[in-house]
């Protein structure tokens, strides 16, 4: 269940995909939480380079595998402006990283692609339990809907 300290958490994760976009990037940030609520690492898109494995998920998964235990990997929380996509799901899961906790959905994210004509993404928008099967996920969050469907519009310049 979604309360006030996730709520804070997924504000700072859309403040993180505000700031990529500003920046000319994908608007999409994410934090790792620990067991004991320190955020850990945090990061947002850097696909603009022209590597589009930059993925802030795929990042703190990369941190966790280097920083931490199993055990303290089982233990955190990733919170993400936008649910994973099939490879940062995968990442997630080989690591070992516990519960995620996303803004926005896959599903919602096509929708609003379509509602400018915007190009899909060259890979499959799988629900993470699809890739990752026994992952706790919650999401989406219907507070944090406008607010990234009007960073998405104006990546895309509608």
């Known amino acids: 269940m979604i309360d006030a300290k996730d709520m804070a958490y997924l504000e700072r994760c ?12 994908e608007p999409f940030g994410s934090i790792l939480v620990s ?16 590597d589009a494995t930059q993925h802030p998920e795929f990042f703190l998964a990369r941190w966790a ?16 402006s936008g649910e994973h996509c099939p490879m940062c799901a995968a ?18 994210l096509i929708g609003w692609l379509q509602e400018i004509g915007a190009s899909p993404a060259p890979v499959a928008a799988l629900p993470i339990h699809q890739v990752v099967p026994n992952a706790e996920v919650e999401g989406p969050v219907p507070a944090f809907a406008q607010r990234l469907r009007g960073l998405h519009r104006r990546l895309h310049g509608a």
């Open 91 to 108: 990442a997630h899961g080989w690591v070992g990283l516990g519960r995620i906790v996303y803004a926005s959905s896959s599903q919602q």
């Open 65 to 80: 595998a280097e920083h931490l235990t199993p055990e303290e990997r089982a233990r955190t929380t990733v919170y993400t």
């Open 35 to 50: 067991g004991n609520d320190e955020v850990l690492a945090e990061d947002h898109n850097h696909v603009a380079g022209g």
């Open 14 to 25: 859309v403040a993180l995909a505000e700031q990529a976009l500003k920046i000319g990037d």
